[in-house]
């Protein structure tokens, strides 16, 4: 079994030999992607998401569909700043 480090480099890998990895690549971080917002779209249909009145995303570039997502349906979005230095935002 793959320890988180061998699954991020496993993903990483998988990214970069796709081409699908956006600037500034994958590596180190948590990637965007080619398709990030087609994957955010599928939260739509999902059962918890419909319920859901409050929603936590993170501020990461591949979550920027879902973040717009959840303030266009009226959702209240919490939301890490980075690396939490000022805590968390609370949009509406």
């Known amino acids: 079994m793959m320890d988180k480090k ?7 890998d998988k990214l970069e030999k796709r081409g699908i ?6 590596r180190g971080r948590i990637p965007n992607f080619v398709g990030a917002e087609k994957a955010s779209r ?8 419909k319920k859901a ?5 993170n501020p990461d570039s591949p979550q920027k569909e879902a973040r717009y997502m959840a303030l266009s349906s009226g959702k209240i979005l919490i ?5 939490l230095r000022e805590g968390f935002l609370i949009l509406e």
């Open 6 to 12: 061998e699954i991020r480099e496993w993903m990483w």
């Open 53 to 57: 009145e409050v929603v936590k995303i």
């Open 42 to 49: 599928r939260l739509e249909k999902l059962s918890a998401w």
């Open 21 to 26: 990895s956006r600037f500034p690549g994958a």
């Open 79 to 83: 939301m890490p700043t980075p690396r």
